[in-house]
């Protein structure tokens, strides 16, 4: 079992920045899919930004040009670079990996982002 572990949550103001981290208890190595998703109350989790082990790159429409994805395999750690928050960002955000033989999705415990005055 992987296990995933998010980190940087937390409050910010409107237009401000967080930087989330998750870290990996095992090498990820081969294919795989490494994302982050988010989810507000009252709504369904939704898709914030993914990546293949090729380094293709995906993010949901309502955060394109604000977050960015990106990996430290060395470190088995993948990060999300949020800019320009908006109070709609708040959720909790999630650490997704898709991986292995067959293919299984893991996910971190969460961690809350909270924009806000």
């Known amino acids: 079992q992987v296990q995933l572990v998010e980190s940087g949550g937390g409050l910010v103001q409107p237009g401000g920045s967080l930087r989330l981290s998750c870290a990996a208890s095992a090498s990820i190595f081969g294919n795989n899919i490494r994302a982050w998703y988010r989810q507000a109350p009252g709504k369904e989790r939704e898709l914030v930004a993914a990546?293949?082990?090729?380094?293709?790159?995906n993010y949901g429409d309502s955060v394109k040009g604000r977050f960015t994805i990106s990996r430290d395999n060395a470190n088995n750690k993948v990060y999300l670079e949020m800019n320009s928050l908006k109070p709609e960002d708040t959720a909790v955000y999630y650490c997704n990996l898709n991986y292995g033989y067959p293919p299984r999705q893991y996910w971190g415990q969460g961690t809350q982002v909270t924009v806000s005055l």
């Open positions: 990546m293949t082990s090729t380094g293709s790159t």
